[in-house]
């Protein structure tokens, strides 16, 4: 049948209203690509409007347009992949390389015109990259396009992670215009735009609801008028809270009513005592129902379960009338406006609309709609897997739901859609009757897909709750292994981990790759009460199921993870291990697993001293994450240790900005933000700023603490350590679980402030039996740290005792050692240290001892140490060098990167609290980096700063 659309029932205005600003900036923007362009705003706002207004505006340019659903299909990249599957005769002009041939399980409809699909590759994350890839090419094989992605607060992960990997370096001539929700949207959207390549144009429309002015102009463009009166538009703006939906729906309600007067040639309306119309839409739609045949509410009620926008076969289906009635019935719909039919689809024009029918609903007639949408949308091909487990979830028929639920489950995960995979399943099993088999079965499939999301505490429940049905032995073993890989990513307490680890072995017989991967987080010592020789002995048998696993990242994953350890114990099997891996890697890593062998050893050899083999295994882990994950998570992870690298050797231009920039991005990771967290601290002390360093790092190294952070600890306590006072309480603690696990190969790097702070606290004796002791201890062991740090913890002792010439003998020797391995901040210290004795000895090297210090701190921007030096100069009639100015980022008068882009936005006339939002900072942070900014361009204006700017300079 074909549908009426009666133009006598128009809602809608004929034309776009009081939004011509944010029209011009669209198209300013979109005039100038590779470009992106952000419509922002409430339901009902009005943001599908001003996107068809400018895809009307941009008659001749090509725009393809793709929405998100509220109701979700486990078919990721769904918006993206809309948008493209009319293109066809456009790409059958063209040619495409064979990467595009990804695309044909994806596209059906291109198949014609798309190269043969390439082979399989064994690797997930591969075989998605290659759909990215190939999905890249179409945009910038088809020219100049728009392309429209509606409704992103809905968006899959993988649509996402496309367009993050697209705006890295989109083709010159694609402009995106995404719409979304603000309260709704999730981070991974809003970050799309934080940080684009600075060639590509942008811009943000935040609408705004109407005024009276502008609820009048709606009005009087609705009813076809010249004007409504102003006390009416008042009346509308009150009872619509400015929304341009909700103003069409009261307006559609009061002409229905009769409520509509003419006055002097314009609209008005009755008294207001005469009218009585509840506030808000809800109201509005429900009368507007309400007046309806019951055939046609009977179609709106069937359309408003089904939700989603379907096709009349499948809407007439699910009604609870007869067929030639709904027909009638879905025509009165139309006419009235209540539905509208697109492309052959028919449903509501907004979900505000959908909402408001849907509760009106009786439940008893409610799950029986939705079991006729059931089988209405299970007869469609190919079947909407989605849909359907929603409707039969909804009608009560459960089995059939957790049957549909794990079909869709298995879909999403074949495509990559794990987070979508995990929130089914995650759904049945928290309101599914389950046995104890089946139960499990759906647990272990959700713990595999919450591995690779960024979703961890729901699903953890769900597998505890599995395993306390007892499930048989394999399925029990792999839960137990999932439980405690959701514990590790969790960084719960350390003792937790260690107990889910210990019964997940007990039950991995013959799964090598499991009993491998367990028995390595036995084998990490952050378990306080557990000795070294217990984890060492975990890790040794990790080793040995490696002859029995196939799987060649995972024998990586392995070896890193197992020479990281050994590492920061000072073994020196250490070595061999690196090698096998580099070996078996070609010193490139390409897999995930992989990435994080190099990743994790590069970390622990930062904290042993080895900044030259941490240095190039993290290189080569940021070098092989992009291919291997294309959400940036892993390799903001590495990013994350290369900044403890940066901070220990003393690289510490851009520190501060790039500290900021990941801890933005790794919210959601508990160790890595610590780690950030304590690089951050530590460069705030040497800036002199040492009350805020303080409450930083005993903040840090109380959560390091926690989660059993060990091994990055020592770095947070020398720099608490270091501000004088008596140790903190926590040191001794920190002590007790070095001396268990026998970390001292990365602990010493403490030793040096510790003595100082025990000399300090009248604990000298104390101070020489721990130096005594690590000295004996560090000499069986691979430390590189150890010299460097026990010749300063000497050099302070006999500084105490007196003794000027011994004290200096033992910070020259520390300063060889600090240079050598790469330590320019630990090395100043000890210059200043050692220019101190010389001093006391008339030595003539001590004046250029200082000098060198002071040379070393200033190129640090270490402005706390170089004040302090600095006294002792003036003290000592040594002539300081220049300050340096910029603080510890370097940059003096030149803009940082974030003072950079802070300014870009404010001179396109964003305030400072939409800046913030923008690049997900706080508005105090924007106001210093903008202030910043102006200063150091000689400005006092924003209007002066979009000058300087535009003018390149």
Not at 82 to 96: D, I, K
Not at 442 to 465: N, Y
Not at 852 to 862: C, D, H, I, M, Q
Not at 911 to 928: G, M, Q
């Amino acid at each position: 049948m074909t549908p009426r659309i009666a133009s006598s029932a128009q809602i809608v205005s004929p034309k776009l209203v009081a939004r011509a600003t944010e029209l011009s900036a669209l198209l300013s923007t979109l005039g100038s690509p590779p470009a992106v362009a952000v419509v922002e705003g409430e339901a009902g706002i009005g943001k599908t409007r001003l996107v068809r207004e400018l895809t009307t505006e941009l008659a001749g340019t090509l725009v393809l347009t793709g929405g998100c659903g509220h109701i979700r299909e486990p078919f990721p990249l769904g918006p993206v992949l809309e948008a493209l599957r009319g293109t066809g005769e456009r790409l059958a002009a063209v040619s495409l390389s064979p990467v595009a041939g990804a695309l044909r399980p994806l596209l059906p409809e291109l198949a014609h015109v798309l190269p043969l699909a390439p082979e399989p590759l064994d690797d997930r994350v591969g075989e998605r990259h290659r759909v990215f890839r190939g999905l890249a090419e179409l945009l910038a094989t088809l020219g100049a396009v728009v392309l429209v992605l509606e409704d992103m607060h809905w968006a899959d992960e993988q649509t996402v992670e496309f367009l993050g990997y697209l705006l890295s370096d989109p083709p010159p001539d694609l402009s995106v215009v995404l719409t979304y929700r603000g309260e709704e949207v999730g981070v991974g959207v809003r970050a799309l735009t934080s940080r684009l390549p600075t060639a590509v144009a942008r811009t943000r429309v935040a609408l705004t609801p109407f005024g009276t002015a502008e609820t009048q102009e709606l009005a009087a463009s609705i009813l076809g008028t010249a004007r409504v009166s102003e006390d009416f538009a008042l009346y509308l703006r009150e009872r619509t809270s400015g929304l341009p939906f909700a103003i069409q729906e009261l307006l559609a309600l009061l002409r229905a009513r009769g409520s509509l007067v003419r006055r002097d040639g314009g609209w008005a309306r009755k008294t207001i005592d005469e009218l009585d119309v509840p506030a808000g839409v809800r109201d509005s739609v429900l009368e507007r129902v309400s007046r309806l045949s019951p055939a046609a509410r009977a179609v709106v009620e069937s359309g408003a379960v089904l939700e989603a926008h379907v096709p009349i076969g499948t809407l007439l289906a699910t009604c609870r009338i007869p067929a030639g009635e709904a027909e009638t019935g879905l025509d009165e719909a139309l006419e009235r406006g209540l539905l509208v039919e697109r492309s052959g689809l028919v449903g509501f024009r907004h979900l505000l609309a959908v909402q408001a029918v849907y509760g009106s609903v009786p439940l008893s007639r409610r799950r029986d709609l939705h079991a006729r949408a059931g089988a209405a949308v299970g007869r469609l091909s190919p079947v909407p897997l989605g849909q359907l487990a929603h409707h039969l979830r909804h009608s009560g028929q459960l089995d059939a739901w957790v049957s549909a639920a794990e079909q869709a489950a298995d879909q999403a995960t074949a495509l990559g859609d794990d987070d979508e995979a995990a929130h089914l399943l995650e759904a049945v099993l928290r309101e599914a009757p389950l046995d104890p088999v089946r139960r499990a079965e759906l647990a272990v499939k959700l713990g595999w897909a919450s591995t690779r999301t960024l979703k961890v505490v729901a699903e953890l429940d769900a597998l505890s709750a599995a395993l306390a049905h007892d499930p048989p032995q394999p399925l029990r073993g792999e839960l137990r292994f999932l439980y405690a890989l959701g514990l590790d990513r969790t960084a719960a307490e350390p003792l937790l981990q260690w107990r889910a680890f210990t019964d997940a072995v007990e039950s991995l017989d013959g799964r090598p790759d499991l009993l491998a991967q367990a028995m390595v987080g036995l084998g990490l010592p952050t378990t306080p009460d557990v000795p070294l020789a217990e984890h060492v002995g975990w890790l040794e048998r990790a080793l040995e199921q490696l002859p029995a696993i196939d799987d060649a990242p995972l024998r990586a994953f392995v070896l890193g993870k197992v020479a990281m350890v050994l590492t920061a114990v000072g073994d020196p099997r250490w070595a061999e291990l690196s090698d096998r891996l580099l070996a078996q890697t070609g010193g490139r890593p390409v897999h995930r697993r992989e990435v994080g062998a190099f990743s994790s050893l590069g970390e622990d050899a930062c904290y042993a001293g080895r900044y030259e083999i941490s240095d190039r295994m993290l290189s080569a882990a940021l070098l092989g994450a992009p291919g291997c994950d294309l959400t940036r998570w892993m390799e903001f992870e590495c990013r994350a240790s290369y900044a403890v690298l940066a901070y220990a050797r003393g690289a510490w231009a851009g520190l501060r900005e790039e500290v900021e920039f990941l801890s933005e991005r790794l919210a959601g990771h508990p160790r890595q933000l610590a780690i950030l967290d304590i690089v951050r601290a530590c460069l705030t002390l040497a800036s002199g700023e040492v009350e805020e360093a303080r409450l930083g790092l005993l903040d840090v190294v109380g959560r390091a603490t926690r989660m059993g952070a060990i091994d990055v600890l020592p770095i947070a306590m020398g720099a608490l350590l270091r501000q004088g006072g008596e140790p903190p309480a926590g040191v001794a603690a920190a002590i007790a679980v070095w001396d268990t696990q026998r970390l001292w190969p990365v602990a010493v790097r403490v030793l040096p402030p510790l003595v100082d702070a025990l000399i300090t606290a009248g604990r000298l004796d104390e101070a020489e039996a721990l130096t005594d002791r690590l000295g004996r201890e560090l000499a069986t062991l691979d430390a590189p740290l150890a010299p460097p740090s026990l010749a300063h913890a000497r050099g302070l002792l006999a500084a105490a005792a007196s003794d000027p010439a011994t004290a200096s003998a033992e910070f020259l020797a520390a300063v060889d050692d600090y240079d050598r391995l790469g330590c320019p901040y630990e090395a100043a210290q000890a210059r200043e240290l050692a220019a101190a004795g010389l001093f006391a000895l008339a030595d003539e090297r001590a004046a250029d001892l200082l000098n060198a210090a002071l040379t070393g701190y200033a190129s640090l921007g270490a402005r706390w140490d170089l004040d302090r030096a600095s006294h002792l100069a003036r003290r000592r009639g040594v002539p300081s060098p220049a300050r340096h100015r910029g603080g510890p980022s370097g940059y003096g008068d030149d803009l940082s990167p974030r003072e950079r882009e802070v300014a870009t936005l404010a001179a396109t006339g964003l305030t400072n609290r939409e800046i913030a939002k923008e690049l997900f900072l706080s508005t105090k942070t924007v106001d210093k980096h903008l202030s910043a900014a102006l200063r150091k361009l000689g400005l006092r204006s924003r209007a002066a700063l979009a000058r300087r700017l535009d003018g390149g300079a």
